[in-house]
């Protein structure tokens, strides 16, 4: 019986693309854990959601579609982490923004005409 993982069959598979998808496999988890951290109901619907993407594309056997499974497992997991922020009810008519450290950067400010660098 042979074990597979987002199309990656273990008996067949290259190693380098079976390491790939358990470790981006374990990346989504660890990702949906600190980004709905305290939320049960959404860690749980996060959950269901990896596995259930990665079950049903356990058969492909096409490399160029596994690796776009691959690449958009990626895509997924840099969108959770960057764009995603906890959000709670405070009041009827308010909402408290709770963002992880990550996601605050400084704000570089934009220029239509930038500033020439002067050379000492």
Do not use: W
């Amino acid at each position: 019986m042979a074990f597979c993982l987002q199309g990656i069959s273990l008996l067949t598979a290259p190693a380098h693309r079976l390491k790939r998808a358990l470790r981006l496999f374990k990346l989504l988890h660890r990702t949906r854990q600190e980004v709905f951290k305290n939320d049960t109901r959404a860690l749980e619907a996060a959950r269901q959601k990896i596995n259930e993407e990665f079950k049903n594309n356990q058969s492909e056997t096409s490399e160029e579609k596994i690796n776009e499974l691959l690449k958009i497992a990626s895509d997924v997991e840099v969108i959770l982490r960057t764009s995603v922020i906890q959000a709670v009810h405070t009041d009827s008519d308010k909402i408290l923004l709770l963002p992880r450290k990550d996601l605050l950067q400084d704000n570089i400010p934009y220029f239509d005409k930038p500033t020439k660098k002067h050379e000492s």
